[in-house]
């Protein structure tokens, strides 16, 4: 079976991968008309004919898989690429997440990144707003109508988060009411993730887009498509605000980190609510431009855009992943150790 199938994000990947099995190895033909060429993509850590063609690899795309066993697979492959291979590095998690599954992650040595974060080689956002064909071309739109609720939170991780967000959610609501969706709350929506569960959103007004790292631009489909597609205001924390506004809409969201304490945030959501002309102002960005989704899920076209990093006029200079913008674009160095409980009376949010 291919690696890939206990992540949604891969679909599409892992469908091309199970109709297409050759030689026992799961390898589909990329038709490349941008880059004028065809890409084979192969899904193997062991066979040789297939690895010694090789014109690239690409590391860490499964990496929960390969927990302890990193440094063994990357002498075994080095053993068997040819010295002229592009080495890829893909992250689209956090470093945290990455160094809780294996902290040996940071030590890889890579040519080139294909990240969510801006710096890297071949760099996709999860999303991003595009200052042209806006959204709305007529003013004055009420987004307060037909929203009956006041604020939605989406959350079955409830522990495993690298701040304290569940406290930080639990005293929120000491101030204000929040319908708390999944394990974390009392409400639910089945099937998780759906898009009935998700165009059930669109009668909130407020939205905790709440990431579960600190880690500049790591900003997920918890903003993208529960908030953007749905017309919820997001109240947003992750990356510090400087980040946001790099790929968000103009105007869009709140950030937890412009409030001292959440009694504080609470009021000002809850002042927003009774002004429907303030809270009409986080939209008016759809007069200037429109949101684009790139991940997930993976669209296995992004193998083409790796084409120009395959030349052999491409500077190979390698360095280590713990080197990268990308690893060091958290709050605190990655340890892959989640907040502990009760951490929440010594922390204060990334600004």
Known sequence: MVPFNSWREYTLLQDMFTSNIKNDVPSFELSCPVQRCNLTIGATLSDKRLLGNSNGVVINI???????????????LSNILRD?????????????????????????????EIAYHSHSSLSIPYGHFVASKPMDIVPGKDWTKDKTHLIAWMASNCENTFWPRSEFVNDLLNYMPIDMYGKCGNLS???PMSPECNNM???????????NTECDEYITEKFWENCMKHNVVPVVYGGRRAAYETLAPPNSFIHVGDFATADELAQYLMALDRDDQKYNEFFQWR????????????????????????????????????????????RDKPTGLFAKVGSYSNWSPWK
């Open 189 to 191: 929506c089945l099937p």
């Open 84 to 112: 002229d291979i592009t080495w890829f590095f893909w992250g689209m998690e956090s470093p945290q997440m990455f160094t809780y599954w294996d902290a040996q992650i940071a030590n890889i040595q890579y040519h080139n």
């Open 287 to 330: 007069l200037k431009g429109h949101v684009q989704t790139n991940y997930p899920p993976l669209n296995p076209d992004v193998f083409c855009e790796m084409i120009p990093l395959l030349s052999s006029e491409t500077p190979k200079i390698k360095q280590k992943v713990s080197e990268s913008k990308y690893f060091k674009s958290c």
């Open 62 to 76: 499964a990496p929960n898989l390969l927990k302890n066993k990193l440094d063994a697979t990357i002498k075994k």
């Open 201 to 211: 959103l669109s009668k909130y007004k407020f939205y905790l887009a709440l990431e």
